[in-house]
């Protein structure tokens, strides 16, 4: 398998301490300490950091520092209604659109999920996860909304990956994905588009445990402040 790239790895590393609470909420981050934790360059470090503020995982200040971003339950919400929207529509028009040779990918991309399901690697099952979800954005034919399903697919990618840390979701996800692509496969784009939909607004329930686990990191840094 491809070597994970350093700056993923860090991203991804710096994701997990965030929402492990090693990394609080408002708390800044020192990319010297960074680099020393990680045992790797600047640049690595930076890109990483970068593409975390594109996530909305951390906020990047000028002349002040990066900070872990305080989410919001409220907005967190917001995102994941708009991006089950998007999924549903792009699920819908792959049904009536998509071709014999990306419905084999498809296939392929499952059957990678399920062999990280099986070996309880939540990480690289996320990144299967998101070949899945890219191929129907793809398959839709409709640019604009595939890039639009894109970009905020990046923007939720830490919240989106990490949720599967819950007991049993990979299996319960890979049942989704699987129920998404039989649908399309049948050309039944309302089955489609309801069986995306729903496989989007589940992972905020999922992420609530999350989310709740942050406040209470976040509390006592308040009560202190």
């Known amino acids: 398998m491809a070597r994970v790239p350093e ?19 408002g708390e800044r981050l020192d990319p010297v300490e960074l680099e020393r934790e990680f045992g790797c360059s600047r640049t690595p470090v930076r890109e990483a950091l970068q593409a975390l503020q594109r996530s909305g995982l951390v ?11 305080e989410l919001s339950v409220a907005e967190l919400a917001e995102r994941f209604e708009v991006m089950a929207e998007l999924e549903g529509m792009a699920a819908r028009l792959s049904a009536r659109r998509i071709e014999r040779r990306t419905l084999d990918e498809l296939e392929e991309a499952l059957v990678e999920c399920e062999t990280h399901a099986r070996a309880g690697d939540a990480d690289r099952y996320y990144y299967a996860n998101a070949r899945f979800h890219d ?23 830490p919240y989106r990956r990490l949720q599967l840390r819950v007991p049993d979701r990979m299996r319960r996800s890979l049942a989704e994905h699987r129920a998404i692509a039989a649908a399309i496969t049948d050309g039944d784009g309302e089955a489609a588009e309801n069986a995306a939909r729903d496989h989007v607004l589940v992972q905020v329930k999922e992420f609530s445990n999350l989310v709740r686990a942050w406040n209470q990191v976040r509390e006592p840094v308040e009560q202190s402040g």
Do not use: F, M
């Not at 700056?7 to 909420?25: C, F, I, K, M, T």
């Not at 906020?59 to 971003?69: D, L």
């Not at 191929?135 to 905020?152: M, P, W």
């Open 7 to 25: 700056s993923q790895r860090v991203r991804d590393a710096l994701e997990n301490a965030v929402v492990d609470g090693r990394y609080r909420p």
């Open 59 to 69: 906020q990047i200040r000028p002349k002040q520092g990066t900070y872990v971003t």
């Open 135 to 157: 191929l129907v954005y793809g398959a839709c034919g409709n640019e604009y909304l595939r890039q639009q399903a894109h970009a905020l697919q990046r923007a939720l990618q």
